[in-house]
């Protein structure tokens, strides 16, 4: 199975400003099948990006995808407050499907 | 568009089963393969497996083999998640979720259940 290695694992950032997410995979990553959901506390994950660069409906442009083969990564260009949550990327190029780890991204 | 509804909280013993359920509102299951995903407090999302209902192909995580069913009801507007031999460890939260119209489980998962705390605790 493929093994997706987020980081880091907590970004301490004021709203503003920008964040940088990592998310490496172990083998390359089917077709750029990668997809990057977004989690706040007591919620369900809500997708936010698919094939590695595509944002889903409704999703905020300041949100950025980009990457390919085994290195991708998220891009918050500016924070708003609710932006302050958990985020995982997600393979969906092979069976099993798997998550990183998950990124921080709380107030500074 | 199809909202998941999932049952609610249960409290188990060690060793015992829990069947968790996942009904769609608003449309059926019939088009799009359906995954089971859960979170243990404080920690990441895990992929447990899922069901394709056309065709009823389940297809389970390797470290769950022989412990977990996924079916499907004949309407196929509810889904279930049954596991056995439970232990303290399978606490955690449960959702279901659905992604495109498609028979494959390697998806995005664009619609999620709104998630079952399961305690298993003696």
């Known amino acids: 199975e493929i093994v997706l290695t987020q980081s880091p694992g907590t970004l301490s950032l004021s709203p503003g400003e920008r964040a940088t997410l990592s998310c490496r995979a172990s083998?390359?990553?089917?077709?750029?099948?990668l997809a990057w959901y977004q989690q706040k506390p007591g919620q369900a994950p809500r997708l936010l990006m698919y094939?590695?660069?595509s944002r889903t409906t409704g999703i905020p442009d300041r949100f950025s995808g980009s990457g390919s083969g085994t290195d991708f990564t998220l891009t918050i260009s500016r924070l708003e407050p609710e932006d302050f949550a958990v985020y995982y990327c997600?393979?969906?190029?092979?069976?099993?499907?798997?998550f990183g780890g998950g990124t921080k991204v709380e107030i500074k | 568009q199809v909202q998941l509804v999932q049952s609610g909280a249960e409290v188990k013993k060690p060793g015992s089963s829990v069947k968790v359920s996942c009904r769609a509102s608003?449309?059926?299951?019939?088009?799009?393969?359906i995954s089971w995903v859960r979170q243990a407090p404080g920690q990441g999302l895990e992929w447990m497996g899922g069901?394709?209902?056309?065709?009823?192909?389940?297809n389970y995580a390797q470290q769950f083999q022989g412990r977990v069913a996924i079916t499907t009801d004949a309407y196929t507007t509810t889904a279930y998640l049954e596991l056995s031999g439970l232990r303290s460890d399978d606490t955690a939260v449960y959702f279901c979720?659905?992604?495109?119209?498609?028979?494959?489980?390697?998806?995005?998962?664009?619609?999620w259940g709104q998630g079952t705390l399961v305690t298993v605790s003696s």
């Open positions: 979720a659905t992604g495109p119209p498609g028979d494959t489980l390697s998806t995005i998962l664009g619609t």
């Open positions: 608003g449309g059926t299951l019939s088009s799009s393969a």
């Open positions: 069901i394709i209902p056309i065709g009823i192909t389940a």
């Open positions: 083998q390359s990553v089917v077709s750029s099948n």
């Open positions: 094939g590695a660069s």
């Open positions: 997600q393979q969906y190029g092979s069976s099993p499907l798997t």
